[in-house]
């Protein structure tokens, strides 16, 4: 006797097996991007002089690469970096000119800066190079394919179905042919669609991938990863933060104090803005329907909801209107969640959370922001504890066996769960 | 039959059947199964099968929604934002709660441009000291009341027909005043102590020859300032330092709740009632009263007498003293009380005040004349500051009344006062207002007396305000706007300012003025952001007594009328007050500290008032029930002043004089038709209670509160009237020892024995060292970093609830209405509990405990363990979490609950729910209109961002206000410094108690104050039912009664206890 029935059953988990993996390889695809280790200059360039300056272009303030060679004199560019206001109060002619060359914009003053930060930014200043893979004129940025395997998958799965079904078929041949050789009378041939192994395991089948997707649907509602709405003007994230690098905390400095990073009132646009008022010199810029961009157009559009006139330079209040941008991000209103928490106690970087925003032209939602996705970060992340020399974060001073864990070397670090970073009331009361 | 000790209903005092049951359920309903029936479930209308096929329905329609679209969010930034709002962050502005007559400095938390919650402002170290009342916590909510008048009207036939601007009613104000020339104008306000407001007020009669300013007090306090005028030669009222008072007697004054300045008197007593466990000592306080009033429940020795008799009892004290009075007959027991009483105050000389809750000048010169015998001038009675408050004097506002008959006034501005409903001849008021020309009212709202007014021009709210307020020479608190108008009104002084024919508006004016008097422009923002600014110099104290009209007094006293039969008392209730903020649900929803109802007012009587009239005997287990089980209460009607009160429901406590009956002011607001009560004065106020100002009477000089019953009608009708009452809705199934108190000399002789006590019921159980380890089969866990604790002094909580409406407004607690309390559906996160004991035939003997209840966060808490799907379970810092979002609605945490603190959301009371229907009335029952009111969006503007609205079927309780710790804790990891005790984290009841009688914080911390407070007062301290191993976060400080005997310590304890059992089991 041929035992054909546990090869069937083989046959059928495998593929089932195969089935399932192949559409939960579907759902995680994720990526993180991990800071990388700028130079103390960059930092402080980015922090404190990007949201103005460019090394090789000029923005609100002039290029600032082959300043050391402009200004021979290193005390009197320190000077004027930290209080420029001194400086030009002194009079110095140099300064005046350039002062009264950008309107008589002033510039901020940076008493914070040591001598020696400032010998980092003019190093990273001076040694800046542009960098080589900005797109020049054809604009299309060829875009490194994540390699999905579904399709792959999917073919596989296909082919195997096919040869398990002509498997079966020859199987079930041979079987007759023997049992026509030793004379066992043939059974009436049944047709495949109404076997009734065929059907339970199409249904099987059916009823698997059915739950599947319904508990799916079910987890994913009210979830929109992946959501990139088109907004009322098209402002670009990989202009501002990528090119132009401007710190994100620029504009969203909201995030810092409080729990809503908040999009940032039209004001802290103009701060740039009113002198930059056209769109010419980046990459051009393409909707995802592949329509183009005219930036200069977007920033009009700006003006009109400011109420500004370029020509003039004269603002109208009563013309101004706030922009009623989309939300991307939602959270019920039983979770808590509070961004300064985050970026300043936690130190983590906007990408971890927002993805690879300074590549994005239209922002869209990079995480699933699950509680799945929450707590896992919980699990991992290692709290500011600091080293034995208490350099950490003098609230966990609280925490006294855990520091004498971390002495002992019973733990190596503390997570945010061992401090409770998991538990329910601390993100939802 | 036996006493029980401590009891908080008369069915559990004498154990009832009804109580027994009570005990043994949790939910008093089976869930609200339609039509059953008495059939099995499958048998049902609805059976299993409906029940699949809903779920399917459910399931298939959750299916389709999940493929439905995600609706759009806009997210719309400022075009120039301030640059001192930080969104998602509060603000904290100093401003002043000046309702009713009331000043108390406050600071205001502004969230995104809203007002959401009011707290002390500390910085007012000399007054208020950062202490707030119930009605101070509740009045953020006013300013959300949707009630209020959005512009200004002019009423033609009682309707009110908006004028579409200021300009446009100025003309018709002008014009108007032009056509009564000739005739006074009268500005009539409640006291102002605002010194721009006074200078405009004078600037503004200036204008107007032969105008006045009459200032009128709802509850007036003219008694007070006549006497100190007979005896004293000024007119005013000192300040009172309980501080300084080691003996306290009152005669009928509830100064911890609503007589004059509570609040700094109720801080000053407290200093007084904790008690230090190295040198344990303490103040004795009497109290001489008619009522059970708040004031005397918290007090040591307490004696009942008739309202009458007030003066009398003044007179026999001063008798006793040695004053050259002659003490009338009084009843025996009561005349021990006063010789008791007197012997103290004699042995405290210079450390003793009495004071008097009277508005009878006469007996006011005999308590003076009793103060100066005991020496409390200079020492408890404090001439340098007196109150500025209350100054209204009664006979100013009935000379007011009788000019407006005669038609001698031709134009009356009335602002912040409602004599058409609180006057306690508010007919003759309503007939003169009737004959002036020209009326103009300045109220938030169409009042009653607004809605008689010709013209009303609508107040903003105090939080929409600058102002000034002078509660002491000397000692400014300012008024500054939290938030834009949130609708077209004008300030009073506005209207004064341009009337006057001056162009400049208040907010300038007030700003030129303070910034003139403080001297400079940094001065003056100093003061705005402190809020106050206290007198660097005290006034002259210079009084002198007189006691010429001594005698003079104790004959008018002697001819003081007594009632034959009974004698009727008026209050005012902590809650309502004069009834200034009669439509806030809070505050109508928030238990009275002694009768422990809700939502109405009623008559009150004593136990044997129930025995005469309905033969109901309270002592007896099979009667309470009648009584108590069901929320109807027996109807009767009063005669006072010859006229027949219409059916009011009497409510029975305990402590009440047996020939006197109360009630309640601030109650049975109606306008002119009752049908527009809800839309002129609020959706809440409409059936709540009955309006008691008729009942006060006038003596010829001053306003009387209290009256003679001419009769009562106990068989008015077999209909009787539900009482939202919530102190039984709770119980601890017989789990007594839940209040611990014994007397000051016990407590001296040996403080251990609470101690001591504990120590032998845990004993074997690893004793109280050992138990939270030996004395459970659960591991134990540690708490590594912070751990949260309370402990709560029940010496020094008085009842007041503060805590309760500070709650509310923190946590987004939601109002539920009348008709929810009398199913059980209270949602209060927090209670407090009162108990009596003592003897029910005696009303003196009767003790009154008060203890805040509210989750004890059990580290081994029997909630977590039965729920299905771990939706509440404990934190790493103590803190019994519970997770809304998880949570089924089962509620067996409810039911395992042992202190009964878990509260269910039986229907969406604050619109929480997305899907539209969950407020239909058809499937969760009638919900009252008050509900609707705090659903509105603009009410719904007070609600705390930072709190989830919890939605219909999931339960609730105390967090610890998770949110405030939260914040607290990332504050200090921002600053990269360790958690300041007190600083950081403050709980919303902690911070509202006006006597620190809560305290919270991390107990790891060993200088923590709730860490210091439980090892300095480990004598006292003891957990409530900790033998059942729940191991609460929460402790209690026993209390400490000054007194020969506590009333529910019985030592024949043994005895009893067994003949209770044989009882029950028979």
Known sequence: MIHHRPIVKTFIFSILLSTLVSLANMGYAQGGAAAGDAAKGKALFTTNCASCHNPIKQITGPALKGVTER????????????????????????????????????????????????????????????????????????????????????????????????????????????????????????????????????????????????VQGAIGLGRQQNYQPEQPIFYSHKVHAGINQVSCLYCHGNAWDSKHATVPSLNVCMNCHAAINEYSKGPKLYREDGSEVDGTAEIAKLYKHVGYDAKTGKYDTNAASPVEWTKIHNLPDHVYFNHSQHIRVGKVQCQTCHGPIQEMDEVKQFSALSMGWCINCHRTTKVNFGDSTGNGNKFYSVYEKFHQDLKNHDKDSITVENIGGTECQKCHY | MSDKKYWQSFGERSNSEAFQKSTENEFREDLPLEGLDGKGLLDAKHPRRDFLKYLGFSTAAAALAASCEVPVRKVVPYVNKPDNMIPGVADWYATTYNVGGDIVPVVAKVRDGRPIKLEGNEMAKGYTNGATSARVQ????????????????????????????????????????????????????????????????????????????????????????????????????????????????????????????????????????????????????????????????????RYVHRPSEAGAVALALLAELGGSVSAPALDDKLKAGIKKAAKDLADHKGKALVVSGSNNPDIQVIVNAINEAIGAGGTTIDWSAPLQTRQGIDSEMNTLVADMNDGKIGALLIYGVNPAYDYYNAAGFKTGLAKVKTSISFNDRLDETTELAK?????????????????????????????????????????????????????????????SKLGSMEAYEKALQEGVVEATTAA?????????????????????????????????????????????????????????????????????????????DLADRRQTDKYEVNPEKHMITIKVNGKESVPMPVVFVPGMDNNTLGIAVGFGRQSAKADNTSDFIGKSVVGAGWNAFPYLGYNGTTVEWSAIVDGINDKVSAEQYKVAVTQTHSSYEERTQVVKEVTLDQFIKNPKEIHEEREAELKPFGGIENFDKDGTLYPYYDKPGIKWGMSIDMNACYGCGACVVACHAENNVSVVGKSEVLRYHDMHWLRIDRYFSGDLEDPNSIQTVFQPMLCQHCDNAPCENVCPVAATNHSSEGLNQMAYNRCIGTRYCANNCPYKVRRFNWADYTGADSFPNNQDQTTVGKLDPTVFQMNDDLTRMVLNPDVTVRSRGVMEKC??????????????????????????????????????????GNVNDKESLVSRTRKDNSQRLFYVIEETHTLPNVNYLAKVRHTDVIRGVKKEEGEGAAAEKAEKHA
């Open chain 2, 138 to 301: 509740a009045s953020v909510l006013d300013l959300y009341d949707t009630a209020r008048l959005r512009f200004p009207v002019q009423m033609v036939d009682g309707k009110p027909q908006e004028v579409s601007t200021f300009d446009a009613f100025d003309k018709l104000v002008s014009d108007s005043l032009a056509g009564s020339a000739g005739a006074p104008l009268v500005i009539l306000t409640g006291t102002i102590t605002s010194p721009t407001t006074k200078q405009i007020i004078t600037e503004f009669l200036a204008k107007y020859p032969g105008s006045r300013h009459v200032q009128y007090d709802a509850d007036g306090y003219s008694g007070i300032l006549l006497a100190n005028q007979t005896t004293y030669g000024r007119k005013a009222i000192p300040s009172y330092k309980f501080e300084n008072a080691e003996v306290v007697v009152s005669l009928g004054a509830d100064f911890l709740g609503t007589w004059l300045s509570h609040l700094e008197y109720s801080q000053g007593y407290a200093k007084n009632r904790k008690i230090d466990e190295k040198a344990p000592k303490m103040s004795k306080h009497y109290q001489f009263e008619s009522l059970l009033s708040m004031t005397g429940a918290n007090a040591d020795d």
């Open chain 2, 455 to 515: 013209f009303v021009l609508p107040a903003p709210h105090f939080l929409e305000s600058w102002g000034d307020a002078e509660p002491k020479p000397g000692y400014f608190s300012f008024i500054q706007p939290t938030i834009a108008p949130l609708f077209k009104t004008r300030p009073f002084e506005d209207s004064l300012l341009k009337w006057s024919g001056s162009a400049v508006t208040y907010e300038n004016y007030f700003s030129q003025y303070w910034k």
């Open chain 1, 71 to 214: 200004v021979p004199d290193k005390k009197l560019l320190h000077d004027w970096i930290k209080n420029n206001q001194k400086v030009l109060a002194a009079g110095n002619p140099y300064f005046t000119k350039l002062y009264n060359d950008f309107s008589k914009t002033p510039m901020n003053t940076f008493p914070g800066l040591s001598d020696a930060d400032i010998d980092d930014i003019l190093k990273y200043v001076e040694t800046y190079q542009a960098p080589s893979t900005t797109p020049g004129g054809d604009g299309v940025t060829p875009k490194t394919e994540e390699s999905d395997n579904t399709l792959l998958y999917g073919i596989l799965t296909l082919i195997l179905a096919v040869i398990m079904f002509v498997l079966l078929q020859v199987n079930s041949s041979l079987k007759k042919l023997s049992d026509d050789k030793e004379g066992i009378p043939a059974q009436e041939p049944i047709p495949f669609y109404r076997n009734k192994v065929y059907i339970t395991f199409v249904i099987l089948i059916l009823f698997v991938l059915g739950g599947f997707w319904v």
């Open chain 2, 959 to 1000: 967090s610890f206000c998770v949110q405030r710790l939260q914040e607290g804790k990332l504050k200090a990891k921002k600053e990269n410094r360790p958690l300041k005790d007190l600083e950081d984290v403050r709980t919303a009841c902690q911070q509202a108690c006006s006597s620190d009688a809560i305290v919270f």
């Open chain 2, 540 to 616: 002259a104290a210079g009084v002198s007594y007189s006691n010429a009209k001594v005698a003079e007094a104790a004959g008018a006293i002697a001819g003081i009328k007594k009632g034959a039969g009974f004698e009727l008392a008026v209050y005012q209730t902590i809650a309502l007050g004069t009834g200034a903020q009669a439509n806030n649900p809070w505050l109508l929803e928030l238990p009275d500290p002694v009768t422990k109802a809700t939502w109405d007012n009623y008559i009150v009587a004593s136990p044997k008032f129930a025995k005469d009239h309905f033969n109901l």
